[in-house]
C-alpha cells in the first residue's frame, strides 16, 4: 500500500493537469529504506509528448547525486496519462527500474481544471504490474 500525505497527492495531480495536454513525470523522494514519500520533484518530460514521458538524462544525473547527497531514494516514480486510463502501457514497464518505487499514474484523460481524474499505484518488477492501495492522510504519523 502507498501511504501519501494530500499535499504530496495534490501536487502529483496539479503538475499533470498544468502539463496536459503533454504527459508530466516526477519524482517523490524520501528517506533512504523508509517507504516514506516526502520531498516532491517535478522533472521535465523531455518528450514533450502527450503519448509518453522521458526524464532528461543530465536532469536525472543531477536528481540521483542530489538523492544521495540527501540520504533519499525514489520513493514514488509518477507520471502522467493524457488519453488513456491510468495504468501502466508497454514501454512503462520496460522503463520501471526501480523495484522498490510506487509507480503513481494519474489520468487526466477525461479532466478538465476542476474534473475528475485517476490516480492509481502500482508496483511492477520484472515485468510484472501490481495495482496496491493508496492511502492519502492529512499528515504521517510521528515516528
Known sequence: MLTIT?????????HSRADHPDEACGVVAGPVGSGRPERFIPMLNAARSPTFYEFDSADLLKLYRDMDDRDEEPVIIYHSHTATEAYPSRTDVTYAN??????????????DDAGPFQFRS??????EITEEEVQVVEAYPAA
Not at 98 to 111: K, Q
Open 6 to 14: 494530500q499535499t504530496l497527492h495534490d501536487q502529483i495531480v496539479a
Open 98 to 111: 526501480e523495484p522498490g518505487a510506487h509507480y503513481v499514474l494519474v489520468s487526466t484523460a477525461d479532466a
Open 122 to 127: 502500482y508496483r511492477i518488477l520484472d515485468g
